[in-house]
């Protein structure tokens, strides 16, 4: 080989190692607050697409083939766990032919497998009870501390993909930390001087999704119309569940975006009682377009039905 | 059949749903085109349509054929599965083929040949050109001097169930995949009184 | 007696499997159990119904699957079931190695499975959205699905669109439903097929199969079987608001220096979502054998029709309950007949979470 041919062919390593190093991760969230979540980690270092859009229920996805493909390609994969994909996930994961990502590769990352989890059921479960969850309650994505404890995971999948880059993930990974502290006290503020004069609680959730989010800041529930996890509540539930609501000073129910409306139209017939109706999720392109936008929504929303204004 | 033969095939399936609304609305339609000139003899027994292949010593009225012959009813069988209900005597020495699930000339399909020879009663069950079985004891006890209504079922898959006088006797099973939806008569020393075709009675 | 002997060895097999494995998965085996249990009934209205006036237990399947190690998965199905006769018959479903890890943007699975062919073959029946299978499907295939011992692989294209290839190749000594042991084929069964997907206006979306199947029998039946199998569905949260699913099919038999059959069927299936966890379906199957004549030669049209409009009660994914009416006119030559009779079906899963696939 000539010198010049070797200097070509030098130059053009040097190009390819340099564009191949500095190509971003690609990673698939299951859902958009993940998705969310690992941008902020993995800032210019990762290129993120979520499988959900933030409208959909979780639970109930389809193995949907585009998301098989979009799993195909992935360098990285975060779910929230905790039985919440369980019914779509691993077939996807399965159907991807992709080892990397599937559980026990080094780019399966289960979000949930660091937060302390809220209402883990004690005793036998089975589905006479409902649509219950038996690792515990999976929505700690609507708390920011709860949240905040995703980090771990999401930040040690990112390294084992991308070692090349630990020092940015893991300052990622404390600014993450720092700024759910950050919209957990700001927030917390909003709903302190409504919530102190209150004794009992303040609410109910239609669906017991809402703990984490209830939790951190001090809210207190007077439990789920649902009377069975995922069961649509009889006429008689409601009217029962209406009046005993009432009896105890409960302000009004909240409810995710996928509840059934008509049912929460009942509900609101039978109690004179106000139902808010609040996103599940980040939704990128309406007005929760980020994690701090969401959460804010979402205490806004308690503060409305509080009987104050947004700050 | 050739890769490209099939893939021509799979670009007209292409239009197969443009066709599902023209076929469901010919559904309807009633009637058979007119028959082509038809170089067999057509006879009935019993109001059911048949044809002759080989007249050989056969003797015919509507309610009986009798002799030495082979015979093929018209109308195709409405299924790949059906049962045969047939009420026949055979002399001494006599037989009767039933020739199932088979083409015009009755050379493929399954064939069962009863067969007497005294008291005795001899059956064979066989399918396509080369599968013969013997099943002869399963109709130990059916009187061949005077036998009682046999129904057969025969089941393109490969399979068939036989009923005397109404008792089921035994199913076998044999290999052969047979398409055919014409059936017909072999007779040799035999009456034929009844020959009727149905719906299976047993679908598995 | 034998047949009493064999179910009631399933059973203690079933239920031993069921007994020991909540507490082997949680010994980080990851063994999961699930079973499907299928009650039908069905009802004549005519004397040319072809009902089998008798409820039965038409299926209760066990299924069985675990990661075997970081490479591969295994996965095994026993059922017992009766074919209409009281009788009770039990039988290997599926059993079969896999792997998704080995090859990249691959799967395979070894042993003997449903073939990876058309739509209903591939799902299990207790989870069809109607009770019993369309004629097409039951003349082509079998009255569950085509089950084989063989190997299959499926590749995903590394294009920006979802589009998956499928290859298998099964001994082939017996086809569909069979009740012998079968011989040695000229050509085992082959099978291809083609997948995509499209998403659709309203959050919905689409997949479209186009499928090959080829074998030639030992007495030298060949065989050839080409089809569509479309799927569309509209959900809102768990709720299937819409379902449209149809496959249209077509095959060749020509028996070796025998008469050539050409037969053509389909079956279309829209359901609507009626509220109350209550659904609304009605199935529309059509089938002809194209090339019918009578023994004159002279063509004969023959064609079967079957309306099935279908109520499902649907509490959760747990658990239905179905009511199907079926409609049967059959004209074949000058001659109709037409059959009624009602179907009603039970269906529950227990144990581990059953996929949602698409």
Redesign the interface.
């Known amino acids: 080989m000539t010198f010049s041919k070797r200097l070509w062919f030098l130059a053009l390593s040097v190009f390819t190692i340099q564009a191949y190093a500095s190509s971003p991760v690609k990673v698939v969230t299951s859902t958009t607050d993940l998705a969310w979540a690992v941008k902020e980690i993995g800032g210019a270092h990762v290129e993120v697409q979520s499988l959900l859009k933030g409208t959909e229920n979780p639970h109930f996805v389809d193995a949907i083939p585009e998301f098989i493909r979009l799993v195909s390609e992935a360098q990285a994969v975060v779910i929230v766990g905790l039985d919440l994909e369980i019914g779509w996930m691993p077939k996807v994961l399965t159907r991807s032919g992709n080892a990397q990502v599937q559980p026990g590769g080094k780019g399966y990352c289960e979000a949930g497998r660091a937060v302390h989890v809220l209402e883990k059921p004690t005793g036998d479960v089975d589905r006479s009870m409902g649509d219950v969850h038996p690792s515990g309650n999976p929505h700690f994505w609507l708390s920011p501390k709860a949240f905040a404890q995703a980090a771990g995971p999401i930040a040690q999948t990112l390294i084992a993909v991308d070692p090349a880059h630990t020092a940015d993930y893991q300052v990622g990974a404390r600014r993450f930390t720092e700024l759910m502290e950050e919209i957990r006290k700001k927030n917390a503020a909003k709903l302190h001087s409504l919530i102190a004069s209150i004794s009992g609680p303040v609410l109910m959730e239609y669906h017991k999704e809402f703990a984490y989010f209830l939790e951190t800041y001090g809210l207190r529930s007077f439990g789920s119309v649902e009377e069975k996890p995922g069961v649509a509540p009889s006429a008689g539930r409601l009217a029962e569940v209406a009046l005993a609501a009432k009896g105890a000073g409960v302000r009004f129910v909240l409810a995710g975006e996928t509840a059934p409306k008509k049912t929460l139209e009942k509900f609101t017939e039978l109690s004179a009682m106000p139902v808010a109706v609040v996103p599940m999720s980040v939704q990128p392109h309406a007005k929760v377009k980020d994690y701090p936008a969401f959460q804010e929504y979402l205490v806004d929303t308690v503060a409305k039905q509080l009987g104050s204004r947004t700050l | 059949m050739s890769f490209q033969a099939n893939l021509f095939r799979l670009r007209g399936m292409g239009s197969g749903l443009l066709l599902v609304a023209g076929l469901l609305l010919m559904a309807g339609c009633g009637g058979s085109p007119k028959s082509s000139q038809n170089p067999i003899d057509v006879y009935r027994l019993n109001g059911i349509e048949y044809g002759v292949l080989d007249k050989g010593s056969l003797d015919f009225s509507d309610t009986r054929i009798s002799g030495k012959g082979t015979l093929i009813f018209k109308d195709p069988a409405k299924s790949d599965d059906n049962n045969y209900a047939l009420t026949f005597s055979l002399e001494e020495g006599g037989s009767l083929t039933l020739v199932a699930n088979s083409d015009a000339k009755l050379a493929e399909g399954v064939r069962y040949t009863f067969s007497r020879t005294g008291s005795r009663l001899k059956v064979v069950l066989s399918a396509g050109a080369s599968e013969t079985y013997d099943v002869s004891e399963t109709f130990a006890a059916v009187p061949a001097s005077s036998l009682p209504l046999m129904e057969i079922d025969v089941h393109g898959h490969g399979h068939s169930i036989v009923w005397a006088a109404g008792n089921k006797l035994d199913e076998f099973a044999f290999t052969t995949r047979v398409t055919g939806r014409l059936w017909g008569l072999r007779l040799d020393k035999a009456t034929v009184t009844q020959a009727k075709i149905g719906k299976a009675k047993e679908e598995h | 007696m034998e047949n009493t002997r064999s179910l009631y060895f399933f059973l203690f097999i079933a239920l031993a499997l069921a007994y020991v494995s909540a507490p082997a998965a949680s010994d980080g085996s990851g063994l999961k159990t699930s079973v499907g249990l299928d009650v039908v009934g069905q009802a004549g209205l005519n004397s ?1 119904s ?1 009902a089998s006036d008798r409820l039965d237990v038409r299926e209760f399947e066990v299924m069985l699957y675990a ?1 075997a190690d ?1 490479l591969f ?1 295994g996965m095994g199905s026993i059922a017992a079931h009766y ?3 009281g009788i009770p018959q039990v039988e290997l479903h599926e059993a079969y190695l896999g792997s ?8 395979f699975r070894a042993g003997q499975y449903f073939l990876g062919i058309g739509r209903l073959n591939q799902v299990h029946r207790h989870d069809w959205p109607f009770i019993s299978a369309p004629k097409v499907h039951k ?1 082509f295939f079998d ?1 569950e699905a085509l089950l084989d011992t063989g190997i299959e692989y ?3 294209l ?1 294009i920006p ?2 589009l ?1 290839v499928t290859a298998g190749v099964t001994n082939g000594f017996v ?6 042991a ?2 040695r084929p000229l050509v085992p069964t082959n099978y291809l097929r083609t ?3 499209f ?1 659709l206006p309203w959050d919905g ?1 689409t ?1 479209i199969g ?1 499928n ?1 199947l ?1 074998r030639r ?3 030298g ?4 079987i ?3 199998d479309l799927t569309a ?1 509209w ?4 709720l299937l608001n819409f379902l449209l699913q149809s496959e ?1 099919w ?1 095959r ?2 020509t ?5 050539t ?1 050409k037969a ?1 069927g ?1 079956y ?1 299936y829209p359901q609507y979502y009626l509220g109350e ?1 209550l659904f609304l379906g009605l199935r ?1 199957d ?1 089938y ?2 194209l090339n ?14 079957n309306f099935v409009p279908t109520v499902t009660y649907r ?4 658990s239905s309950i179905r009511l199907a009416y079926n409609l049967k006119p ?7 007949t037409t059959g009624h009779h009602l179907e009603l079906q039970g269906v529950i899963v227990l144990g581990a ?6």
């Open positions: 040319t072809g990661p970081h998965d074919e209409g006769t998704s890890k080995l090859i990249p943007r691959s799967r003349e009255a499926s590749y995903l590394p669109h979802f998956e086809y569909g439903h069979d009740h012998s079968g011989s997948v995509t997907y998403s979306g997949q186009l090959y080829g029998g030992g007495e039946t060949q065989r050839t080409l089809g569509v569905k959900k809102e949260g768990a249209i077509y060749v038999l028996p070796k220096g025998g008469t059959q053509f389909l279309l966890n529309v059509y002809s054998v019918l004549t009578d023994a004159f030669g002279s063509p004969v049209k023959s064609v079967e029709l509490p959760s994914e747990f059959e004209f074949q030559g000058g001659a109709s979470h059953p996929a949602h696939d698409f």
